[in-house]
């Protein structure tokens, strides 16, 4: 119990000790020496722009498949680190990227965790993933959903290595929100319990779904947006289209039954630059991870000019200025994209501007 002798003896210390050290002892600071921090003009990202070259890390990917088996890797993936963001490691803000690559007769063990995932391959066929038992199997170009808390595991039963860009949310679920679970299935893969890639087959096309499927998920229930279904929606968009100024040609990969992202966290894009494109400039509250499915250009992240080539990587923090050129003048690039737009545009964060917007008189 307090005592009025407690309160007495507060009362002087607080009138003659430096409040500042005794304030740090109670557990509190001053806002007011905190305002930098608390209240920047500008968002302060601790993520870099940074590209990772697919041809330098490549032969590295060949020599792990050679040299340390799934059972001692469990999962065989370089992890794209940002410079900003070393530990824990993360790719941008919220944003994990990485590159997995899987040979013949390989098994990679089923599991599941809060993050939700997906997959970009990007070389090799003849791999699949099981993701609550409906098999889904991969070819370059496809973009295969893994949503949170759904098993999965991958198996490779064709011939040459697999290679594809894992992309996940933890950054955001393990280091802003602290909810990250994770667990082992128990056996190494999943039996199949559904017709092979059917959740692609019946949910692709959006416009007439299965009535009586009830889909209990935030995410998206196609397992995979097969390349050739991206190449069709391409050449349904008219030649002389002059697609975004930023990011010319985009399309947004949908979940079909809400006409929202993919995914509640990631929202996945793939834009056509036509040859010769320059885009605008554009900054956003949103980072962005950017995947070069073909062709060669410059992206101008900030002070950063980063040229890229086919398979790259490369990373864009918020609220940098941000503009893409195609450097071809024969060939057309694809760009293949995915951001934390929607948490923002969920929380009312989301916000753009081209460099000489003002919203002052
Ligand atoms: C994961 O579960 C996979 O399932 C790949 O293939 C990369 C990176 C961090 C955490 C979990 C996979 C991952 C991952």
């Known amino acids: 119990m307090t005592t009025h002798h407690d309160i007495e003896a507060a009362n002087s ?15 509190t600071a001053p806002l007011w020496r905190y305002y930098g921090s608390v209240l920047p003009a500008e968002p302060q990202p601790s993520a ?4 990772w070259s697919y041809a330098a890390l490549r032969p590295y990917l060949l020599r792990f498949l050679d040299e340390l088996s799934l059972e001692e890797a469990e999962r065989r993936v370089l992890m794209l680190i940002n410079p900003g963001m070393v530990e824990p490691p993360a790719t941008t803000t ?36 099981t993701v609550n038992g409906e098999r889904v199997h991969m ?10 808390w759904h098993w999965h595991d991958h198996y490779h039963e064709g011939d040459g290595p697999m290679v594809w860009l894992d992309a996940l949310d933890y950054p955001l679920a393990t280091n802003c929100l602290d909810i990250n679970f994770f667990e082992l299935y128990g056996d190494r893969s999943q039996k199949s319990s559904v017709p092979d890639d059917l959740s692609s087959r019946q949910f692709i096309h959006g416009q ?13 229930p196609v397992g995979n947006y097969p390349w050739a279904e991206t190449a069709r929606a ?23 039954l809400t006409g929202g992202p993919v995914l509640p966290t990631m929202g996945c894009r793939i834009s056509r630059l036509r040859p010769g494109f320059r885009g605008t400039p554009v900054k956003r509250t949103s980072s962005a991870i950017y995947h070069v499915v073909q062709g060669s250009g410059v992206a101008q992240v900030g002070n950063q000019r980063l040229e890229w080539h086919d398979k790259d990587v490369f990373a864009v923090p918020p609220w940098h200025t941000f503009e893409l050129r195609n450097d071809s003048a024969s060939q057309d690039a694809y760009l ?15 916000r753009e501007e081209l460099p000489d917007d003002t919203d002052r008189p």
């Open 234 to 256: 391409f050449d349904a968009i008219a030649d002389d289209a002059e697609g975004s100024a930023a990011e010319g040609v985009l399309l947004e990969y949908k979940n079909p």
């Open 13 to 27: 210390a607080a009138a003659t000790e430096d409040p500042y050290v005794a304030i740090r002892a109670l557990g």
């Open 94 to 129: 919220s944003l994990y990227a990485g590159l997995q690559i899987i040979g013949p007769g390989e098994t990679a063990q089923a599991h599941r965790h809060t993050s939700n995932a997906f997959r970009y391959v990007i070389e090799g066929s003849g791999a699949y993933t």
């Open 208 to 220: 007439l779904s299965p009535a009586w499927e009830v889909v209990h998920t935030e995410a998206s």
């Open 48 to 51: 870099v722009p940074y590209l």
């Open 336 to 350: 293949f994209s995915y951001t934390n737009e929607p948490v923002l545009r969920a929380l009312g964060f989301f």
């Open 139 to 148: 070819n370059p170009g496809d973009l295969l959903l893994t949503p949170n």
